[in-house]
């Protein structure tokens, strides 16, 4: 079992920055694929980015490419995500996700149904 915990979100105004945090508690965080997705209000969740288990592999919702940078620090056991030049669109409950070895994840970016474990969620608010 693992335990993810967000935290980092926050009003911030229109091309400001947050840097968000997901700490994990539990199993080995390094056999962990990690992703960030989003709800917005009356939206469906959305993928924000996600890092493959071994690390080496990032990605990125077109949408946030270039503002966005997702980084693990597996000492730490903890997931970053890195929010610059935000936007009020980017308003939404932001959550962190954690999928036990996936070796789908060094090709591409796991679906949110790929994922075995959620964070409760941050709010982060853009104004505009």
């Known amino acids: 079992q693992v335990q993810l915990v967000e935290s980092g979100g926050g009003l911030v105004q229109a091309g400001g920055s947050l840097r968000l945090s997901c700490a994990a508690s539990?199993?080995?965080?390094?056999?962990?694929?990690l992703g960030w997705f989003r709800q917005a209000p009356g939206k469906e969740r959305e993928f924000v980015s996600a890092?493959?288990?071994?690390?080496?592999?990032?990605y990125y919702a077109d949408s946030v490419k270039g503002r966005f940078t997702i980084s693990r620090d597996n000492a730490k056991r903890t997931v970053y995500l890195q929010m610059n030049n935000l936007k009020p669109e980017d308003t939404a409950v932001y959550y962190c996700?954690?999928?036990?070895?996936?070796?789908?994840?060094?090709?591409?970016?796991?679906?949110?149904?790929?994922?075995?474990?959620w964070g409760q969620g941050t709010q982060v608010t853009v104004s505009s």
């Open positions: 996700a954690a999928a036990l070895r996936s070796a789908a994840s060094e090709t591409r970016a796991l679906k949110s149904w790929e994922y075995d474990y």
């Open positions: 539990g199993r080995t965080f390094s056999n962990y694929a």
């Open positions: 890092c493959s288990w071994s690390g080496s592999s990032k």
